[in-house]
């Protein structure tokens, strides 16, 4: 909470509105990174003939220009001009405290073509996470690990720019950039030196969401293999968005918790405009729906609802606005119309004999992953590989990353980085709970449609004597119409990105433990004296051993 971002004299006097030769090294710095193509002349093992000094200086370059970006404060996106038409910097800005000229020349690209090669430098560079490894030859391209600084850089001008944004959404393919997001996420999930990746990620799709532009989009199909086991599905890229973040939340580490509610505010951003939902997206929003309801979870605090209600507005959005071509949701609600049923019908003491029978009287709740430690570790020195990336840590030794926050809707809150062991006195349903539970979760829509549908398919299943294949079923609820059965369509709730000091700290924190894990080789940061975040030296197993 101290950090200062105006502090560091350097960095005051590099991006002064004076420096010599700024505007050079910002577009300097800007081409050698986005114009660089990793395939080069497409030739296999191309790489393992040429120098690597060329990758070096994109990874250095890209460092160098988020740390002259992460400094003092926001540059004016209005242009100014002088008599010659000339771009220039009024006094009355540059002289202010804080002035970033990097920042200004960021926020000032209003070039439709400069915007589109900045786009399509970052789909290049990120895409190249996965197509290095989805080649018909092993290790026959070369693969970039310089995604994390690419990422902070991407973010940096979405931030800054909001040409930028409107460019992307409206001029180019953001799927683009969606794919190799959802697979640095998906293949992230479970370790915990990665979780400020996923976070970053996370950050950057919930940017996105706000706009409907973006929602309208993702109905594109996709039809990339990706070099993971994701589960095949025929959908768009809204479905790839949802299986991914359905994974992250039932496969993946325990730090991910506080990303739950940006999970599901991302899918209810896009839920208005999804045309048409696959079968596996479809079943994996259920399933969530199931998991968020149990007893176990339901029960676990006093806010666990909040999860239900993100998850019924997305059904409601799909059912009231997309009911035609989402056929597959509207028949796995009511395959688990028993979930939907015991929540409309919860009462008080149902919910106590339930939280009593999962937690016992007495139990005061705690996480078994916070018991080890009390106080966690963001960077280890130990678990870095050979380019200064950070590899999952060891059991016998880890130091796991903590960059642990709070979500609420679309605005985030990492005040606090550290331990997010839960424990004191257990929570108790009572009568406010309770009434808090049913005006928060927006039953009406899914009980009109069960109690519609279901003797419908009661009906089919009866006079095929219980055995009927389910595309009949899909086939009889497609041509079933809900005009006039439904409550009054809703008004679209979009939940945007809220910038805030905190968030501001947190991106910093990342951008500096990523510098500092990426330049070991030649060690140039003394560990003891780095306060922006924690860093630990583990030992060696074998030197543990001893």
Not at 68 to 82: A, I, K, R, T, Y
Not at 139 to 151: F, K, M, P, R, W
Not at 384 to 392: Q, S
Request: net charge negative; hydrophobic share 40%.
């Amino acid at each position: 909470d101290e950090y200062n971002p105006l502090a560091s004299r350097w960095l005051a006097v590099s991006v002064a509105a004076d420096a010599p030769n700024a505007v050079c090294l910002f577009y300097s710095l800007f081409n050698t990174v986005l114009s660089y193509d990793p395939h080069g002349m497409g030739v296999p093992y191309s790489s393992s003939f040429a120098s690597d000094s060329h990758v070096k200086l994109i990874e250095l370059s890209a460092q160098v220009l988020c740390v002259l970006l992460d400094c003092g404060l926001p540059g004016s996106p209005e242009p100014v001009s002088n008599a010659y038409d000339d771009p220039i910097v009024e006094f009355d800005e540059a002289s202010k405290g804080g002035f970033n000229i990097f920042r200004t020349l960021l926020a000032r690209i209003d070039s439709g073509k400069d915007l589109t090669f900045i786009y399509k430098g970052f789909t290049r560079l990120l895409s190249n996470v996965y197509e290095s490894k989805n080649t018909l030859l092993p290790n026959s391209s070369q693969s970039l690990e310089c995604y994390q600084e690419l990422l902070v850089f991407f973010w940096k001008l979405l931030e800054e720019n909001p040409v930028f944004m409107n460019h992307v959404l409206t001029q180019c393919d953001s799927n683009e950039i969606v794919v190799p997001i959802c697979y640095l996420m998906y293949q992230s999930r479970k370790d915990p030196s990665k979780i400020g990746l996923v976070h970053i990620c996370t950050f950057v799709l919930l940017k996105l969401s706000g706009e409907r532009s973006f929602g309208v989009n993702l109905n594109k199909p996709f039809n990339i293999k990706l070099p993971c086991d994701l589960p095949l599905f025929t959908g768009g890229h809204a479905d790839l968005i949802t299986i991914t973040l359905h994974k992250l939340i039932v496969n993946g580490a325990f730090k991910l918790v506080p990303l739950y509610s940006c999970f599901l505010t991302i899918i209810c951003n896009v839920s208005p405009y999804w045309r048409r939902m696959s079968l596996v997206a479809a079943v994996k929003l259920v399933n969530l729906f199931e998991l968020f309801s149990s007893p176990k979870f339901l029960y676990s605090s006093d806010n666990a609802h909040r999860h239900l209600a993100l998850l019924l507005e997305v059904f409601n959005n799909v059912i009231q606005y997309q009911y035609n071509g989402n056929q597959h949701l509207v028949y796995a609600i009511v395959r688990r119309k028993d979930s939907f049923g015991r929540l409309s019908s919860l009462t008080l003491q149902k919910a106590i004999t339930a939280c009593e029978k999962i937690y016992g009287e007495k139990t005061a709740l705690k996480f078994e992953s916070d018991l080890d430690d009390k106080k966690k570790d963001i960077i280890s020195l130990q678990n870095v590989d050979h380019h200064g990336n950070p590899v999952a840590a060891k059991t016998r030794s880890s130091s796991k990353e903590d960059d642990d926050g709070s979500a609420t809707n679309a605005s985030i809150d990492e005040t606090t980085i550290g331990s997010s062991t839960l424990a004191g006195e257990r929570f108790q349903p009572n009568e406010e709970w309770l009434l808090e539970l049913k005006e928060s979760l927006p039953l009406e829509t899914i009980t009109r449609l069960l109690q519609h549908i279901v003797p419908v398919v009661d009906d089919i299943v009866n006079k095929k004597q219980g055995i009927v294949d389910e595309v009949e079923i899909l086939e009889v609820l497609k041509d079933i119409t809900m005009v006039g059965l439904l409550p009054v369509p809703h008004a679209i709730v979009i939940r945007k990105y809220q910038p805030n000091q905190y968030t501001s700290l947190w991106f910093t924190a990342f951008l500096w433990g990523v510098i500092f894990l990426r330049n070991q080789s030649l060690p140039i940061f003394d560990g003891e004296a780095v306060e922006l975040f924690q860093v630990s030296v583990a030992q060696d197993d074998d030197e543990a051993s001893t």
